[in-house]
């Protein structure tokens, strides 16, 4: 499957941005989804994770209450709906797919098998 990201851009902090993730080649509904997130300098984090299927949904705790990750199986789009946006969030956003993951390594960024590319969010003070 191929992810395309896109949605980023320069924000204040307090804003919201939406970011897509939209994916071909591939049977949509199958598939885990993750987003993570990388900072200059910094290692890829976690930040949110959604089920094929029933959709359950887990995030990191420095994202939790701000962002939102969903899907639409019918457009092959997943969505992060960040909120409150602060500098911290700043970094290129990955969006990530695996056609089966367990629980305890949906953070891993190694238990994904496809990549998008990353959107750059930049959050100003």
């Known amino acids: 499957v191929q992810l395309q990201a896109s949605g980023g851009g320069l924000v204040q902090a307090g804003d919201s941005l939406r970011l897509s993730c939209a994916a071909s080649?591939?049977?949509?509904?199958?598939?885990?989804l993750g987003w993570f997130r990388q900072a200059p300098g910094k290692e890829r984090e976690f930040v949110a994770h959604?089920?094929?299927?029933?959709?359950?949904?887990v995030y990191a705790s420095s994202v939790k209450g701000r962002f939102t990750i969903s899907r639409d199986n019918a457009k092959n789009t997943v969505y992060l709906q960040m909120s409150s946006l602060q500098p911290e969030d700043t970094a290129d956003y990955y969006c990530?797919?695996?056609?089966?993951?367990?629980?305890?390594?949906?953070?891993?960024?190694?238990?994904?098998?496809?990549w998008g590319q990353g959107t750059l969010v930049t959050v100003s003070s």
């Open positions: 959604i089920r094929r299927g029933g959709g359950s949904t």
């Open positions: 990530a797919a695996a056609s089966g993951i367990i629980y305890s390594s949906i953070g891993v960024p190694s238990s994904y098998h496809y």
């Open positions: 080649g591939g049977t949509f509904r199958n598939y885990d």
